[in-house]
């Protein structure tokens, strides 16, 4: 599973998959291995094939990344988040990759039941959050702290284990949300501090025999319309 596929063809033994699983079934020409390492190194991942334990070529493909990705990084980066690359692609795939987008660290040659045990290795770190939409993903966003679908392009199992839907595939709203969040919980935290500070300041003055009626009208509504107010503030994200 992830390295490779084996098959029949009108009596012919096919074969085709990663230069390691190639590398325990036929002979694969020093040439070959050469042009794999170099694709590697391009950030593509090789593909080899063969017949009847014959080598037949090699082929490379690559997931090509977001234009927008590298400052999505660089966006978490700023606000303190170690940001990891976790792929299945073999080693020198993933760094090239890694190095486009700016990441700090690159975790390669995963499977997808390896995921989980990475991402229970990266909790003993700190909070972790897990971006994904495939549907080997949905084992590993339940896992995280937080997990976070890519809703557009997301699998129905990676939006449902998911703790936040991102309802397009912008990587650049990963940061976004994470700012409006602690917006939100900072305006919460003020509002309650607010409403306490002074309603047991009015409970105080009413102690002494200072506060009157308009006191107790202010304690209630007033700080209520002060709260509202505030929490308006959450509204203004276009500059987030």
């Given at each position: 599973?992830?390295s ?16 390691s699983?190639?590398?325990?079934r036929?002979?694969?020409?020093e ?22 334990e ?49 990441v ?7 499977l997808?039941d390896?995921?989980?045990a ?37 699998s ?6 998911a703790d ?12 976004k ?53 505030n ?10």
């Amino acid at each position: 599973v992830g390295s490779g596929v084996s098959a029949s063809l009108k009596g012919r033994k096919l074969l085709g998959g990663s230069l390691s699983f190639m590398s325990g079934r036929i002979e694969v020409p020093e040439t070959a291995r050469k042009q794999a390492e170099s694709f590697a190194e391009q950030g593509k991942t090789p593909l080899l094939f063969a017949e009847d334990e014959t080598f037949a070529g090699v082929i490379a493909v690559a997931d090509v990344i977001k234009e927008d990705s590298p400052q999505a990084v660089r966006e978490l980066q700023r606000m303190g988040i170690c940001v990891v690359m976790l792929t299945g692609d073999n080693e020198k795939t993933a760094q090239a990759i890694g190095r486009q987008a700016g990441v700090d660290e690159v975790i390669a040659g995963v499977l997808p039941d390896g995921k989980e045990a990475v991402i229970r290795a990266l909790k003993e770190k700190g909070k972790t959050a897990m971006v994904g939409d495939g549907i080997n993903d949905a084992p590993v966003l339940t896992r995280a702290d937080i997990g976070i679908a890519m809703g557009a392009m997301g699998s129905d199992a990676a939006i449902e284990a998911a703790d936040v839907v991102l309802m397009d595939d912008d990587p650049l709203k990963i940061s976004k949300a994470i700012r409006i969040s602690g917006k939100c919980l900072s305006i919460v935290y003020q509002n309650i501090i607010l409403a306490l500070v002074i309603k047991f300041g009015c409970l105080a003055l009413g102690a002494v025999g200072i506060a009157n009626m308009w006191f107790a009208i202010f304690a209630d509504v007033g700080v209520m319309i002060i709260a509202v107010l505030n929490a308006i503030r959450t509204l203004r994200v276009h500059n987030l």
